[in-house]
T-cell receptor
Framework: GAVVSQHPSWVICKSGTSVKIECRSL??????MFWYRQFPKQSLMLMAT?????????EQGVEKDKFLINHASLTLSTLTVTSAHPEDSSFYIC???????????FGPGTRLTVL | SQQGEEDPQALSIQEGENATMNCSYK?????LQWYRQNSGRGLVHLIL?????REKHSGRLRVTLDTSKKSSSLLITASRAADTASYFC?????????FGQGTRLTINP
């Protein structure tokens, strides 16, 4: 199957700093990628849809100035958590669909801990 | 919202037994997908069933879909310890995937 990678797999940062998370589709091109957030023992909540070459589409209640998304190429989307606070600590997961398929392939996730 | 509901929220069974999880959704769909998530990991796609299909098999997995009841079930037969994970159903909506709340499955040796 298709492979999506994320980097880093975990990160610890101080409150007030910014953290960038990368999502790559390794063996297919993705014009669209999805960013999710997951709290412990809960389901995935879609944060935003990343669109290659254009602005991301954010879900209701997600601050676009806090969660900056850049999709500069067909294989890379980045999520930057700006001025991170402890409440931003969570598990962030990206996904993408290979062209012509309905199946989303997920990255392994990034555990963010803000101290 | 389109978000589906799954039951049970948690299921604990003995190794070798069958596990059944159910998913309900709210609006019309053209497919429904099941995913597995091991603790602290990303999601792994298990199976996709289309709206014109009633049942689909993949190894020890059997998925059913009843569009009249807007429900689906995932059956894992002859469970193994390695099947311990959370299982989510997901339905497409507005070019996105909407996930159910998930079932946490524990297989006891």
């Amino acid at each position: 199957g298709a492979v999506v990678s994320q980097h880093p797999s975990w990160v610890i940062c101080k409150s007030g700093t910014s953290v960038k998370i990368e999502c790559r589709s390794l063996d297919f091109q993705a014009t669209t990628m999805f960013w999710y957030r997951q709290f412990p023992k809960q389901s995935l909540m879609l944060m935003a849809t990343s669109n290659e070459g254009s602005k991301a589409t954010y879900e209701q209640g997600v601050e676009k100035d806090k969660f900056l998304i850049n999709h500069a190429s067909l294989t890379l989307s980045t999520l930057t958590v700006t001025s991170a606070h402890p409440e931003d600590s969570s598990f962030y997961i990206c996904s993408a669909n290979p062209p012509g398929t309905d199946t989303q392939y997920f990255g392994p996730g990034t555990r963010l801990t803000v101290l | 919202s389109q978000q589906g509901e799954e039951d049970p929220q948690a299921l604990s069974i003995q190794e070798g037994e069958n596990a059944t999880m159910n998913c309900s959704y709210k609006t019309s769909i053209n497919n429904l997908q099941w995913y597995r998530q091991n603790s602290g990991r990303g999601l792994v796609h298990l199976i996709l069933i289309r709206s014109n299909e009633r049942e689909k098999h993949s190894g020890r997995l059997r998925v059913t879909l009843d569009t009249s009841k807007k429900s689906s079930s995932l059956l894992i037969t002859a469970s193994r310890a390695a099947d311990t994970a959370s299982y989510f159903c997901a339905t497409p909506w507005a070019q996105k995937l909407v996930f159910g709340q998930g079932t946490r499955l524990t297989i006891n040796p």
